[in-house]
C-alpha cells in the first residue's frame, strides 16, 4: 500500500475527483472505491491499473525488441520493492540479559 499511495491517490483524484488523504473512510467504503476504479482495454484505465497491468506483463509475449526492452525497465522503475528485515544486531548487554533471561526459564 505504501509504495502504491501515490498511484492510489492519482487514480482516485481521475476516477472521484476526491483525495483519499483529506477524506476519512471506513476501510469497506475505501475497498469499493479500489474495486470500481476505471479498468479499459481501449488506454483510458485509471494509473493503479496501468500500474497493475506492466507489472503482470509477460514480456515473453512482445515480440519487438525495442518495445520489449523499454516495457522491462518500466517494469523494472514499478516493480514492488522487496523488504527484508535486517538481522537485528544486539549490544552486549542485550545479549547478556538474553543469556540471564535463558538461565531463569531454563531455555
Known amino acids: 500500500f505504501i509504495q502504491d499511495f501515490p498511484y492510489i491517490e492519482a487514480s482516485f483524484m481521475s476516477d472521484y475527483n476526491m483525495s483519499i488523504k483529506d477524506k476519512p473512510m471506513h476501510w469497506w467504503e475505501f475497498y469499493y472505491l479500489l ?4 479498468q479499459s482495454e481501449m488506454g483510458n484505465s485509471c494509473v493503479l491499473n496501468r500500474i497493475r497491468d ?3 506483463l509477460d514480456l515473453n509475449t512482445i515480440n519487438d525488441p525495442k518495445e520489449r526492452e523499454k516495457l522491462r525497465k518500466a517494469k523494472e522503475r514499478f516493480a514492488l520493492k522487496k523488504h527484508t528485515k535486517k538481522k ?3 549490544t552486549e548487554e542485550e545479549l547478556k540479559a538474553m543469556e540471564e533471561y535463558h538461565k531463569l526459564v531454563g531455555d
Not at 474495486?35 to 476505471?38: A, D, K, N, R, V
Open 54 to 56: 506492466l507489472r503482470s
Open 88 to 90: 537485528k544486531e544486539f
Open 35 to 38: 474495486c470500481g476504479l476505471s
